[in-house]
């Protein structure tokens, strides 16, 4: 079983920086995808951004591109997500997600492991 942790939500004003941290549990780190999701209140969970094990490949959804970036240490067995010029419309709750095959995808009941989320407020 493979836990993951996130880190480094907070209260931040528009225009402003944060970075996010999920560490992870277990041996097979490397051998996963990993993704971040969020949620707003009343709104479904969407895809921020996804990275394969190897960290050759990343993916992001219009509303991040160009202001966040996922990365990863598989020796530190953490994943990052950068998120520059932050905006009011990026306020949720952030969930760090893992994913068994390499292969990354948007949809979220398609990844296998959740974290417990990090909130995430941009004031205008």
């Known amino acids: 079983q493979v836990q993951l942790v996130e880190s480094g939500g907070g209260l931040v004003q528009a225009g402003d920086s944060l970075r996010l941290s999920c560490a992870a549990s277990g041996r097979t780190f490397s051998s996963y995808a990993m993704g971040w999701f969020r949620q707003a209140p009343g709104k479904e969970r969407e895809f921020v951004a996804a990275i394969r094990p190897s960290g050759g490949t990343t993916d992001y959804a219009d509303s991040v591109k160009g202001r966040f970036t996922i990365s990863r240490s598989n020796s530190k067995n953490t994943a990052y997500l950068q998120m520059n010029s932050l905006k009011p419309e990026d306020t949720a709750v952030y969930y760090c997600?893992?994913?068994?095959?390499?292969?990354?995808?948007?949809?979220?009941?398609?990844?296998?492991?959740w974290g417990q989320g990090t909130q995430v407020t941009v004031s205008s």
């Open positions: 997600a893992g994913r068994r095959v390499a292969t990354i995808v948007r949809v979220a009941r398609l990844w296998d492991y």
